[in-house]
């Protein structure tokens, strides 16, 4: 008796499905993080009591995601925000950067302004910066079609070298004995805290960023257009949408909130310009939007998750386990959510071949 | 004279690993399939070799177990992108962040040591007695020496190749998938003797994410040298040629920041990015026409 199986297109997937495959691919991205850290020595279901622990587990584990959110919400927003009009923003690493950087510089530079203007002035140039830095890929990319993955990336590299130049450079401490640290910022210049918490007020604007983004997004004409652009750029044409404008103005706006990400870190955390103010927040948030199947809103649940992943394993490293597990857990968690999603696309059909000379069955199939 | 016949030798040598890098892109892009997990399959070859020769002292074995880690990871990208269709865009970055958080995490503990084996450099007899140019281009290892007689053996394998118009393809009794999986997997050893080539030949160091982009410079390389190995290994000794006058500028004590002379092999190879695209992009020159879209049979 002879099978075949093959992958059929599915027309649409049940919608319980489309709610338990991203479940399934946390579950399945978690399980298989363990098998990593067993192969490596490590109780895993130890390791994840620490994670927990670590984490949502405790009133400071839970303050600490909290701030830890605030990057991750932002960065994954700003991929989201580019996917609208059908960009890939794979710089986000390198946006947070700059927008740091030049906050930075206006807090060396200008810390004579008031107190009340200094810090809305960071934050803004934060957000300039990461929008032109977003814009450098933006344009090639709308004039003569350019790859944007390709730049967006390029572009983190010359930002960290960009940074890099300055703290170890004019901006460096001198102070510091050699470590990549830039002169500390002035106090006028460090985000107020929530109340009774050591949460800075970051994760509120983070927030509200989600929610404006969705709003211009998906409740106005214009977002209508961005996302009409995006998805079917024939339609855009023949209802005579500029296109290229829309792509630019998306990837700039998309850079900003990066940026923004990058002034926020800098003054609610480390108050003054180091390597390592972005600890990958740039690809995570990629894998974040992917998450979120590059819904915004569901961009905030993914970030909290991913932000639970990260501070629990700062908790795993004095158990040994290497931080970088993190990473591999999420990244998994991807891999799973795409092999789920084909899973949901496509069925296998197992049809039994029927032998040459049988008869015909009337009605079959 | 002997700064830029420096920068010549350091320039052939970082250009090798681009090279293969780049032609291991290009073997699964002319086979339809965009992989952008290079980055990641490099540092997996990397910090794999890296281990493996240290071990064994033995650098062979670690280029083994490199090119071996690399066809890992891509297969996994084959069977997502080629088996389920996965979007190619998306399994390829989230592989390059899979290999950068795999490499770290197998890698914790080896930073700062050195592999305590190598490949040495072979001159080659009469030719690198050849008065300036002989030591530059003949007192070189064996991968240096390989990578053109590699791009020559693509470009005879791709010549005429019936695989860009997949469902032509099939038609006339070419197995497509079974293509597909091979080219990505190949690409995949490829990058991981790339990436193996920095930690135990160049640096002879592990360190977190040290190919530093280079896998991407790979992917721009194979768009630089319109899909045809023979411009894309010469595109890539042009680039390490760049990327080796940043070191040899330092070493000469230029008075500009070492970390902006660093972003010179960027830089560049944006520029060209450009100037090559703006001249592509409406004869679309030699890109393969099925790039990016999975094969179907059923949606012929």
């Not at chain 2, 300036?132 to 020496?145: A, I, K, Q, R, T």
Request: hydrophobic share 55%.
């Amino acid at each position: 008796m002879a099978f075949s199986i093959r992958l059929e297109r599915r027309l649409n997937a049940p919608m319980a499905m489309r709610i338990a495959v991203p479940v399934a691919a946390v579950a399945g991205g978690l399980l298989a993080g363990g098998v990593v850290m067993a192969l490596g020595g490590h109780d895993p279901i130890d390791a994840y009591g620490s994670i927990w622990e670590g984490s949502l587990g405790s009133s400071d584990g839970f303050q600490s995601t909290l701030i830890k959110a605030c990057p991750l919400v932002l960065t994954g927003l700003a991929v989201a925000t580019a996917l609208r009009v059908g960009l890939w923003n794979i710089g986000g690493e390198g946006q947070l950067i700059v927008g740091a950087t030049a906050a930075t510089g206006v807090g060396l530079y200008a810390a004579s302004l008031p107190g009340p203007l200094l810090l809305p002035a960071m934050i803004l140039s934060g957000c300039a910066a990461g929008a032109v830095w977003a814009a450098i890929a933006a344009v090639p990319r709308a004039l003569i079609g350019l790859n944007e993955i390709i730049v967006t990336l390029f572009m983190n590299y010359i930002a960290i070298l960009l940074m890099d130049h300055l703290i170890f450079g004019p901006w460096g401490d001198p102070k510091a004995f050699g470590f990549a640290y830039s002169r500390p910022l002035p106090d006028a210049a460090v985000l107020p805290l929530l109340p009774g918490t050591y949460v800075h007020v970051g994760i509120v604007i983070a927030l509200l960023v989600a929610v404006t983004a969705w709003w211009l997004m998906e409740r106005t004409p214009w977002g209508f257009s961005v996302r009409v652009s995006g998805g079917n750029p024939r339609t855009a044409e023949y209802l005579g949408l500029r296109i290229s404008r829309r792509m630019i103005i998306v990837l700039a706006l998309s850079g900003a909130i990066a940026g923004l990400a990058g002034a926020i870190e800098l003054t609610g955390v480390t108050n003054r310009l180091q390597d390592g103010i972005s600890v990958n927040y740039g690809y995570t948030g990629v894998l974040i939007a992917f998450l979120a199947r590059g819904r915004l809103l569901g961009v905030v649940l993914a970030a909290f998750l991913f932000a639970t992943l990260v501070v629990g394993s700062y908790a795993l490293q004095t158990t040994g386990v290497a931080q970088p597990i993190a990473t591999i857990i999420q990244a998994l968690i991807i891999v799973f959510l795409l092999a789920g999603d084909a899973a949901l696309a496509f069925r296998l059909r197992i049809t039994r071949t029927r032998p040459l000379l049988e008869p015909a069955q009337a009605g079959a199939g | 004279m002997s700064f830029w016949l420096n920068s010549l030798s350091v320039g052939i040598v970082l250009g090798t690993p681009l090279a293969y890098a780049a032609l291991g892109e290009l073997i699964a892009e002319r086979a339809g399939v965009m992989n952008l997990g290079v980055e990641g399959m490099m540092l997996m070859g990397a910090v794999i070799g890296f281990i493996v020769t240290l071990g064994t002292h033995n650098a062979v074995a670690g280029f083994a177990a490199a090119i071996a880690a690399g066809a890992a990871l891509a297969s996994v990208h084959a069977v997502m992108t080629v088996g389920l269709r996965v979007n190619q865009i998306v399994m390829g970055l989230t592989l390059t962040i899979l290999g950068a958080g795999l490499s770290a995490y197998i890698g914790t503990g080896y930073a700062g040591r050195r592999p305590g084996a190598g490949v040495s450099a072979i001159a080659i007899p009469v030719l690198s007695q050849i008065p300036l140019l002989g030591s530059v281009l003949f007192n070189h290892d064996v991968f240096v020496y390989a990578v053109p007689f590699v791009a020559l053996g693509i470009w005879l394998l791709l010549y005429r190749s019936r695989f860009e118009q997949p469902g032509a393809a099939d038609a006339s009794g070419v197995p497509v998938f079974l293509i597909r999986y091979l080219a990505v997997i190949a690409g995949g050893g490829f990058a991981g003797l790339a990436g193996a080539y920095f930690s135990v030949v160049y640096t002879q160091t592990w360190a977190e994410g040290m190919t530093s982009g280079r896998g991407w410079i790979a992917i721009a390389l194979v768009i630089f040298g319109t899909w045809d190995p023979i411009v894309v290994l010469l595109g890539a000794l042009l680039f390490g040629f760049v990327d080796g006058l940043n070191f040899q500028l330092q070493s000469v004590g230029v008075p500009v920041s070492t970390h902006l002379l660093a972003m010179m092999p960027y830089v560049f190879t944006l520029i060209v990015l450009v100037f090559t695209w703006t001249r592509l992009r409406h004869r679309r020159v030699g890109m393969p026409e099925a790039l990016g879209v999975p094969y179907e049979r059923e949606a012929r």
